[in-house]
T-cell receptor, first 116, second 114 residues
Framework: DTGVSQDPRHKITKRGQNVTFRCDPI?????LYWYRQTLGQGPEFLTY????????KSRLLSDRFSAERPKGSFSTLEIQRTEQGDSAMYLC??????????????FGQGTRLTVV | AQSVTQLDSHVSVSEGTPVLLRCNYS??????LFWYVQHPNKGLQLLLKYTSAATLVKGINGFEAEFKKSETSFHLTKPSAHMSDAAEYFCVVSDENYGQNFVFGPGTRLSVLP
């Protein structure tokens, strides 16, 4: 397995358009996380899944944001009616549940979104 | 709730001198703690992790960190800085009693001067 992969790596979109990002986690990881990172800041938690169930959502995740993980494998993050403030790096991570001996979050390279 | 404080937004050291990056956490239970490094235009890479085994944790590239519960600290150290250590460093806490997401600190940018 080559790790967590995200697609696309870069996305430029016009304000008001919808965008969708994809994340493929490490295959044996049943937990999948989405984070947002703006310049000079640490990653901020958005949401996470255990298998196909979305277990937690941050209040940062406005109703314009939706995430899915339909079959418990890959996940998509959609932003509707994009705003300039949505410009950021969107990071995906996967892990085993805490309590496993080697639990850590493995991160993808991220999708950099620029809203113009 | 969980939170992480990184006391220095920027640390500058000379090559060959020791590195100390400070981290304090807030968590009511027994957390897991991590340090991640992010080089410019690169992904986040795990340096080391504490998961309630030994309190002194050794990581990659000569880094280590000591978990001190009484001080709620998990400071990152390295005896001798290398130019390639210049990067952004994030302290992270996770606790299954709080839903098990990974909470990041704001980061410390490490500069290494020749």
């Amino acid at each position: 397995d080559t790790g967590v992969s995200q697609d696309p790596r870069h996305k430029i979109t016009k304000r008001g358009q919808n965008v969708t990002f994809r994340c493929d986690p490490i295959s044996e990881h049943n937990r999948l996380y989405w984070y947002r990172q703006t310049l000079g800041q640490g990653p901020e938690f958005l949401t996470y899944f255990q298998n196909e169930a979305q277990l937690e959502k941050s209040r940062l995740l406005s109703d314009r944001f939706s995430a899915e993980r339909p079959k418990g494998s890959f996940s998509t993050l959609e932003i509707q009616r994009t705003e300039q403030g949505d410009s950021a790096m969107y990071l995906c991570a996967s892990s085993l549940p805490l309590g496993y001996p080697n639990t850590e979050a493995f991160f993808g390279q991220g999708t950099r979104l620029t809203v113009v | 709730a969980q939170s992480v404080t990184q006391l220095d937004s920027h640390v500058s050291v000379s090559e060959g001198t020791p590195v100390l990056l400070r981290c304090n956490y807030s968590s009511s239970y027994s957390p897991s703690l991590f340090w991640y490094v992010q080089h410019p235009n690169k992904g986040l890479q795990l340096l080391l992790k504490y998961t309630s085994a030994a309190t002194l944790v050794k990581g990659i590239n000569g880094f280590e960190a000591e978990f001190k519960k009484s001080e709620t600290s998990f400071h990152l150290t390295k005896p001798s800085a290398h130019m390639s250590d210049a990067a952004e460093y994030f302290c992270v806490v996770s606790d299954e009693n709080y839903g098990q997401n990974f909470v990041f600190g704001p980061g410390t940018r490490l500069s290494v001067l020749p």
